[in-house]
């Protein structure tokens, strides 16, 4: 099981690290993808937490292959791909900066 998150092509938040502002963005932007996976996720309390992660991880891979994503912009976000597309700030570069 991966660490996964749902994503659009144009946002430039991570959201696995700066969720607040990536979150910020989907919704100004109209998007409200974790509204559209929760609506797509199979979630119940009788569900472990392995579990629930599957399945919104299933929620999301549907998103993304489903003709409801016809320009492609949603995506799948493994923890890995972001940490190449996100590069974490060096803070003692931004310190001397300042």
């Known amino acids: 099981m991966a660490d996964v998150r749902?994503?659009?092509a144009d946002n430039p938040f991570n959201p696995f690290d700066d969720f607040d502002r990536?979150?910020?963005?989907?919704?100004i932007?109209?998007?409200?993808?974790?509204?559209?996976v929760a609506r797509l996720a199979f979630i119940s309390d009788q569900l472990s937490e392995v579990e629930k992660?599957?399945?919104?991880?299933?929620?999301?891979?549907?998103?993304?292959s489903s003709e409801i994503n016809v320009d492609g912009?949603?995506?799948k976000l493994t923890r890995e791909d972001a940490d190449t597309l996100f590069p974490k700030q060096d803070s003692s570069k931004e310190e001397e900066k300042a």
């Open 29 to 36: 932007h109209g998007y409200n993808s974790l509204g559209l």
């Open 53 to 64: 992660l599957d399945e919104e991880e299933r929620a999301i891979d549907s998103i993304v």
């Open 6 to 8: 749902i994503t659009t």
């Open 73 to 75: 912009n949603w995506r």
């Open 22 to 27: 990536w979150y910020k963005f989907d919704t």
